[in-house]
């Protein structure tokens, strides 16, 4: 069994870091932002992965381990204001929120 090199699990984890980005800064609907921040915190793990399978470490498997709780944790507060969003203003679209009201 071969190894996949550094540099293309690498090349990979930004590609779908860049996905990511493009998704938080492009898209409207909330639920497709949340998404892509996932998409995000994926890639960061990839890269994680691929740099201690690198050297020869476990370090990069704790830390994929703390990105995926920290992603659990985002989505489970993230869907929440959602529903919040959801309820007050009756659209998930990010750009009705623009209206501050006092």
Do not use: C
Not at 7 to 18: H, K, N, S, T
């Amino acid at each position: 069994m071969s190894a996949i090199p550094m540099e293309q699990g690498l090349l990979l984890a930004i590609a779908l870091f860049v996905l990511g980005l493009i998704g938080v800064l492009v898209r409207r609907n909330l639920i497709m932002i949340l998404m892509s921040l996932e998409v995000m915190f994926n890639a960061a793990g990839l890269a994680f992965i691929v740099a201690g399978s690198r050297w020869g470490q476990a370090d990069g498997q704790i830390m994929f381990l703390l990105i995926l709780t920290l992603a659990a944790a985002e989505v489970g507060v993230g869907l929440g204001l959602v529903l919040q969003i959801y309820h007050r203003f009756h659209t998930l679209d990010a750009d009705v929120m623009n209206d501050m009201k006092g």
